[in-house]
């Protein structure tokens, strides 16, 4: 595997060389706004590779890397480095609330967690990952008769939020 590593590296460092064949690209589904800024790029310098982009949640995207089927991931960084693999940080993720202007967070630059088991919210659920398992089990205690509407559909999500009755929180 080290040899096949050092050869792929060789290869694209030596343009004269044409590269082909696919690519597999697992991205945690949350990711896949930004997939682009990556995709794009690497096919204008590399026009003969195929990219597969398949998207999952980080369990799935690893078993992807464990099982050879990704040869790469864009996903959450373990706090433990894996043995066999190389990353690194593309991005630091920032999360942000869309209220309305009528809304009492309107205007405010932060919102604590504690705040947020008071209102509807539209989120995406726990085994997507977005948010640490602490926030989940936080918001999970919410005030009796606060609805919530989970989906990992970012069209669905989209569409409940545009009623005005749900705050969105991505």
Known sequence: MESERTRLHQELRDRSIQIGGTLRLGVMGT??????????PFLRRFPDVNLRVITGTPFVIQQGIE???????????EDKPQRYLR??????????????????????????????????????????QVFGSEVYEMLDARAAGVPRMETNNMFVLVDHVRTGNWLPNT
């Open 31 to 40: 990711s896949t706004p930004f997939t682009s800024v990556f995709t794009i």
């Open 67 to 77: 099982e050879l089927t990704h040869d790469v991931a864009i996903t959450f960084l």
């Open 87 to 128: 990353s690194q940080e593309l991005y630091t993720q920032q999360y942000y609330i869309f209220a309305a202007r009528s809304s009492r967070f309107a205007g405010r630059s932060s919102v604590e967690w504690k705040e947020l088991k008071e209102v509807p919210l539209c989120l995406y659920p726990a085994e997507t």
